[in-house]
């Protein structure tokens, strides 16, 4: 399944690639009919991208799937890794824009204080394009783009499963929530797009919900606590795969089978959770993608032909039960 | 009757147990059940006091080294760190080994991590009793840096370990009682007993009031205090190997994050002075149950997550200004004005009557 995606992926890939370069044999002309829109070839095209860090896994394969897509398109990829500081990445862009690049993709570390340096790009005409995190800027016509997941889709896509499952239930279903580190925008989003979705059910009921900080240590402990607070409990929605790989430890320790007698949806996809998935032990896994460099590229080659982009443009994210997950399980990349 | 009474609100440890006491009271208010203990299908102890006593002992092992770094007028804040580096390195080299589930693999990888865990706390020692360097600063270094050797053994990733012994140390039960239970036990005993049975205690106190007096008077200042940051960042490390084992992964980023500012809470709850000098290890015992159970109460009694930090903070303020000697003297002045009050009113009504 996941293995096809790719592959069509590639395959479209490969075929914009030879349409570009069959314009680019013919020159000139194209490039003043498209209203100034610089429509260079692809291999003299430079972007710069300046990263957050490498503070966790998703992040390293963010990173990785990055270069590998700018290697395949064959765009010049200027990288940069700002160690989760935001003044290092302030200092890359403006590196980036005395280069003279001809884009620039960048995370933001944090969403104030870009406005100066992105007023710089520009004035300079260099296009700047947002992944995976925004910029609370007021001034919309500072970056082309914002591409990167809808955490509130992804909370939803949750609820909406859990509603599916219970759609016959003729008593109460009693959910616990794992949350994400409190204030961090996923934390605040998935909540809500999970309690949007079971809404319209009056039998599912969120009993408890706190928070694990997004790590494993953090579900087990909070997971302990309600096995022994709460009478009865049927569902927990974790907010990312770790706690729910924390809470999986506490149910078994209590004497109870998780995925049977506490059924487990997660958000992210990573590689242990995916794991836990197939063997039964989590139900359901929302998927929370860091492999948006196809899309990136995709983004640049349209720019550069003139085309207009989204202002918005969402990740593209799936959803695993335990079957998908076998099948998508041997080449799961982080 | 009212001298014992007396005696017990002036005792030290008084008010923090007091605090414990009211905590565990609110739990058993929210969840009728909370002190039931009961044994499960396998023979194991279950129940909400056994989650705190096994949560709880990390911190404890750890703040029992800091009780000790801290009676020499030290500090140490790179034991969040050294539990990181010593999760990630047994982690590394479970996972690297073809046996991950024989018995010889797992200790090797336990005795490498703790050696290695040894060898930061006396370079900890050298900064500080070596080259006088102040221990905020020294311990600072190895703070900073120790997350990032983690992250360079993990490469940046969450290893999962699956290795039946391993697990064990974290989740496993002896007799029915939680290993890191018992190894928090056997841990508070032995540092109790070497530290108060012999005169060393003693040392580690005369160190802490006057350095240069201690010096003159012939204790070895300096090989004390190499040898308190070496059993701190020894004991540091047994706590990241039973936090890694309980989450059966190594994660450099998260494993014993702020564990060092719940350690020195729990030694400043229990009583110790940070300015060094007399230490008491029974309440560094009662100031880390109480860190513990306040956690514990956080989930059990469902204070929303935006309310925590502030929760956790009233009840630490709470403990601190009960303790606080100034705070003692107004309530006696306070009480003593009452009874005045309370005499002279007396009085004046007997006059009033006359």
Redesign the interface.
Known sequence: MRKTIVAFAASALMLALTACSGGAATPAATGGASGGAPNKALDKLVVGFAQVG????W??ANTKDIQDSFKTAGIQLKFSDAQQKQENQIKAIRSYIQQGVDYIAFSPVVQTGWDAVLNEAKAAGIPVILTDRAVDSQDKTLYKTFLGSDFVAEGKKAGDWVTAQYKDATSTVNIVQL?GT??SAPAIDRSSGFADAIKGNPNLKVV????G?F???GG???M???L??QPKIDMVFAQND?MG??AI?AIE???KVPGKDIKIVTVDAVK?GMQALSDGKINFIVECSPLLGNQLIDVVKKLNAGTPVEQRIVTEETTFTAEQAKAALPNRKY | MKNVLNRAVGHRLFWPLVMLAALLLINVI??P??LSITV???GHL???II?ILR?GAPTLIIAVGMTLVIATRGIDLSVGSVCAIAGAVASSMILASPTPNNVGTVTGALLTALVLSLGLGLANGLLVAGLGIQPIISTLILMTAGRGIA?LITE???I?VNSVPFAFLG?GFILGVPVATVAGVLIFALAALLTRRTAMGLLIEAVGINPEASRQAGVRARGLKFSVYALCALLAGIAGLI?TS????A?A???GLFIELDAILAVVIGGTSLAGGRYSLAGTLVGALIIQTL??T?????IP??A?MVFKAAVVTAVCLLQSPTTAAALERWRSRLATRHLQGVAAKAGAAR
């Open positions: 490498a503070e966790s896994g992040r390293t949350e409190t204030g408890a919900s706190q928070t900080d790590t494993r240590a087990k402990q909070v302990e606590a309600f022994k607070s770790d790989l924390g430890e320790a209590a004497g242990d | 929210a969840v059940g909370f499960n299908s396998e279950f129940g909400s989650d949560n992250m940046g990733q969450i999962t989740s936090l309980n989450q059966t992964a994660d980023n998260n494993t956690v514990t956080v989930y059990t009694v469902g997550p935006i925590t």
